[in-house]
């Protein structure tokens, strides 16, 4: 009897350690065909037969050359009445930890291509990845030439994200030389676009050419509740004929966090204007002036930071009308026809609709430069009911050509590095004088204080990092003394060494002294600023 129980406990040990569902790995190749296994000697050929297998924790790679998809092959699915013509419907979902993956083989050199040129259904939007599956992961491939056949408003996309589609990861995408948006989220919680392009997009077909729909990246949950906790990093927007990025209509909040949008609102490589034209547009839900807008029952307040925009053709960052605050922090912003263009509408409940400057607002750590196009620096806020905080708006000090390490926009264009994220460039980047001036300010800041280097000072100098104004350089210990004057007021402050300056607003005069024995003045620096 206890050999029998040994054995059985044997046996029920095996049983344990050997999984109920082993992961598979897939192959597919522009050469492969549908009736092989799917092997890397045997690959398949197309999404469709892969969705027939793939169960989750599955791995599809897919080889490098273009997956050209005919004219005459049936969509996977069709939405909305059959107005939507999804070429492939994502359903298959994974699991927690166990994702379906359908990357790029990373062993092979080269980018996979889907090219959907030639589909063209007549009367249909085209949607090429219709997203309704859950934990998935998609990494490492281009989708190009998605078309529009429909002549009055319309729209065609890349991807579309719908409700349901959850905690998927969408990497290293690029989307362009199309008619279609790159991502069209209206539902799906905790999706994260991570360092995807989006790019050369422009709908020649629809109104006349007018490029009004063609965003690089949107998200517009339609109900509340529906998509939270989506997020979009590291992303680049450029030459999308309407807007870089738009969250109008957007029932939940989202995040936008170091993406660079510019050349948005003008037709591929060239000057000649089309839509919209705002490389971040951060909310808002319309300015009918005869419908009242559906709104969410909590105005949602999203996040747009550490973000590039650059010759945007109308708007660098803009509010669009929302009916409450937005967070922009650390952006830099240059040539954008307005650089940051804060409105806000009145209400929700009146019409005709009106626009006040923007309220609620927190704007933090922001650079604003006006460049060749002499931009508007910054317009409509009300700074009294929003919280503006150390922007370059805010000081005596105008940036200048002189304050960059760099005004070659042909950086942005450079290769993303071997893991995908942004490259490292200089274009807008502060040089080392100006990062004193404008300190933790922009895209690129560290606002980490003791990253700031002084050796190349050849003369003590204040600063004044955060709150606090203090005297570094050469010979800088020799200043005992720094005095605070609020300029027009006959009060002087006086610190040692160190001034806090956090209860202090408007136009101040620093004055550094070294000191005699006697407290007599032996030299003394200034500097003139504003909080």
């Avoid at 003008?266 to 319309?286: E, H, I, Q, R």
């Avoid at 009916?323 to 240059?334: C, H, R, S, W, Y």
Wanted: hydrophobic share 35%; aromatic share 10%; proline share 4%.
């Amino acid at each position: 009897m206890k050999d029998m129980t040994k054995i059985a406990c044997l046996l029920l040990g095996l049983m344990l350690s050997v999984p109920l569902a082993a992961q598979k790995t897939y192959y597919m190749d522009p050469e492969g065909e549908d009736t092989n296994p799917g092997t890397e000697s045997k690959p398949f050929a197309t999404i469709m037969k892969v969705q027939e297998v793939v169960a989750a924790g599955d791995v599809v790679y897919i080889n490098p050359g273009i997956y050209v998809v005919p004219a005459d092959q049936p969509p996977m699915t069709t939405t909305t009445n059959g107005l939507y013509h999804c070429v492939f419907d994502m359903s298959k979902s994974g699991e927690a930890g166990k994702p379906i993956s359908y990357l790029a083989n990373p062993n092979k050199s080269g980018r996979p291509i889907f090219d959907l040129s030639q589909v063209k259904p007549v009367g249909q939007r085209v949607t090429v990845f219709y997203i309704t599956g859950s934990n998935l992961h998609f990494k490492g491939f281009d989708v190009i030439g998605t078309q529009v056949t429909i002549t009055e408003h319309t729209q065609s996309e890349c991807f579309r994200v719908v409700q349901g589609a959850n905690d998927n990861l969408y990497e290293d995408l690029k989307l362009h030389d199309g008619m279609a948006i790159g991502f069209y989220l209206t539902g799906g919680n905790n999706n994260h676009i991570l360092n995807c392009d989006a790019y050369n997009n422009y709908d020649t077909v629809s109104e006349g050419g007018s490029g009004e729909n063609v965003d690089g990246f949107g998200c517009h949950i339609n109900g509340q509740g529906r998509g939270t906790g989506n997020v979009f990093e590291g992303c680049r927007a450029w030459y999308n004929c309407d807007d870089g990025f738009d969250l109008i209509n957007c029932f939940d909040a989202v995040k936008i966090i170091n993406c660079w949008a510019f050349y948005n609102g003008y037709k591929p490589n060239s000057l000649d204007a089309a839509g919209n034209g705002t490389g971040f547009k951060a909310g808002g839900y319309g300015m009918s002036t005869t419908t009242l807008p559906k709104l969410p029952s909590v105005i949602p307040q999203h996040e747009v930071r550490g973000c590039l925009a650059y010759y945007n053709r109308a708007r660098g960052f803009y509010a669009n009308h929302h009916l409450g605050g937005i967070i922009f922090e650390n952006n830099t912003v240059a040539t954008s026809g307005s650089n940051f263009d804060m409105r806000n509408r009145k209400d929700g409940i009146t019409l005709p609709p009106e626009d006040i400057s923007g309220y609620d607002h927190i704007i933090r750590n922001n650079l604003s430069f006006a460049g060749e196009r002499g931009s508007t620096i910054l317009e409509m806020l009300n700074r009294g009911k929003s919280t503006v905080e150390n922007n370059s708006f805010d000081l005596i000090d105008v940036l200048a050509d002189t304050d960059f390490l760099s005004l070659d926009e042909t950086e942005l264009l450079k290769e993303r590095k071997a893991d995908g994220s942004l490259p490292d460039i200089n274009f807008l980047r502060l040089t080392s004088d100006a990062e004193l001036r404008f300190w933790g300010m922009g895209c690129f800041a560290s606002n980490d204080a003791s990253k700031l280097k002084f050796d190349w000072l050849k003369k003590p100098t204040i600063v004044v990092v955060g709150n606090r104004a203090s005297v570094v350089g050469p010979n800088a210990d020799q200043f005992t003394k720094i005095y605070v004057n609020k300029n027009g007021e006959e009060q002087e402050d006086a610190y040692d060494k160190t001034a806090d300056l956090s209860s202090y607003s408007g136009i101040l005069n620093l004055k550094a002294t070294v000191e005699d024995a006697n407290g007599n003045v032996t030299s003394s620096i200034t500097l003139k600023i504003k909080r």
